[in-house]
């Protein structure tokens, strides 16, 4: 890297929105250590493909791409009003076909969605134009992004005081600012130590296939100056039993109303691999991940993904031609493997199913 991308990469932000050009610039996640690109994208078609490719990923930031994306969808159009409501429930449609797992997707559209309806529906003030309302549906998605850092900032203050200094952490996949507006959901207490002069030690899974871990989570970690290793998947195990680790934090895609939580294929594996080490497995998220209306864990749509993933992973194949593939990108860890989950709102614990709707009505 030039000395002008380590500068940058103090703080990259995944999802940036340029008012001058009137576009949304993307961190190219997909490129990452090695390349720091930003994608220019002026359609809803372009930030569905660069969600679909995982060029944006990670739950909240997915949600606050598709957000601009439902903007660039309709900033062009001249019509009527109700022509407009109609078109932004296509591009919220449209844009939800993207991943279906991360449930902060559906939660961003469907936020755009009551905002257009606000403004443009049967109860609407008369006053509002077509021009009015294409200004405030980018107004909206930008402050989802603005609301998105100040929710992870306060998960993080919960997710410290079950800290210590000095203590080992294990984390899985990418749950940091790259994968939020910033400061993460899982990574949001190392940023948040740092600023206070507390160490923790962390551990970094590599997470195969697509390598969030390594090429993500120990980038902008290494990036911040917090004390990273970085280990393969199949590592986890041996690091516990060494005593290295004395808590694991995760991110998720979405929480059932039961407490199962869907994150990244291997999360499962780490949590089994916790509770047979005494060791507490913490999942951190902002309200948004949490779906009452998806009852189990066996209710989330896991995406599967393409083979070439697995087959082919590092720019060469490492499998035989037509071997047979299996690629979740995501697996459920059931409630009784989460010691707590960590939102804006505080730390929540089993029973969950009471405790998650409680925190909803509080
Ligand atoms: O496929 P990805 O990279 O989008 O998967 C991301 C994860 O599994 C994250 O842990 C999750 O989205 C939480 S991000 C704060």
């Known amino acids: 890297m030039t000395t002008e991308q380590t500068k940058q990469a103090d703080w990259l932000q995944s999802v940036r929105w340029n008012s001058l050009e009137d576009r949304l610039d993307l961190l190219d996640q997909r490129l990452l250590p090695d390349e720091i690109v930003y994608l220019e994208l002026t359609t809803s078609e372009q930030v569905w493909d660069a969600i679909k490719q995982l060029a944006v990923r990670g739950a909240p930031a997915i949600g606050i791409a598709a957000a601009f994306g439902v903007y660039l969808g309709v900033r062009s159009f001249s019509g009527s009003r109700d022509a407009l409501l109609a078109e932004v429930n296509r591009q919220c449609d449209y844009l939800a076909t993207s991943r279906p797992t991360a449930v902060n997707l559906f939660w961003a559209l469907d936020r755009m969605r009551a905002r ?52 080992g952490v294990l984390t899985h996949c990418n749950a940091g600012g790259l994968a939020t507006a910033r400061y993460g959901t899982a990574l949001a207490p190392m940023y948040l130590a740092l600023e206070k002069g507390i160490t923790l030690k962390v551990f970094a899974d590599e997470t195969r296939p697509v390598l969030q871990g390594a090429r993500l989570t120990a980038f902008e970690l290494q990036q911040a100056g917090v004390d990273v290793t970085l280990i393969c998947d199949n590592m986890a195990g041996a690091v516990m039993a060494k005593g290295w680790v004395q808590a694991v934090i995760v991110g998720t895609d979405r929480v059932a109303a039961n407490g199962d939580v869907a994150n990244k294929i291997g999360t499962y594996s780490v949590a089994v691999l916790a509770k047979a080490h005494g060791i507490p497995f913490y999942v951190a998220c902002p309200m948004s991940t949490i779906d009452l209306n998806t009852p189990t864990g066996a209710d989330i749509p896991i995406e599967e993904r393409h083979e070439d993933e697995i087959t082919q992973g590092f720019g060469k194949r490492t499998a035989p031609q037509g071997v047979k593939v299996f690629n979740p990108a995501f697996d459920v860890t059931p409630n009784e493997y989460v010691t707590a989950i960590i939102t804006e709102k505080g730390i929540v614990r089993a029973p969950y199913g009471d405790n998650l709707r409680k925190l909803f009505t509080e």
């Open 116 to 167: 257009a309806e606000a403004l443009l529906g049967a109860a609407a003030s008369e006053e509002t134009t077509v021009e009015s309302a294409q200004q405030a549906l980018l107004d909206e998605a930008r402050a989802i992004q603005a609301e998105d850092e100040e929710t992870c900032r306060l998960i993080g203050e919960h997710a410290l005081s079950l800290f210590e200094d000095g203590m």
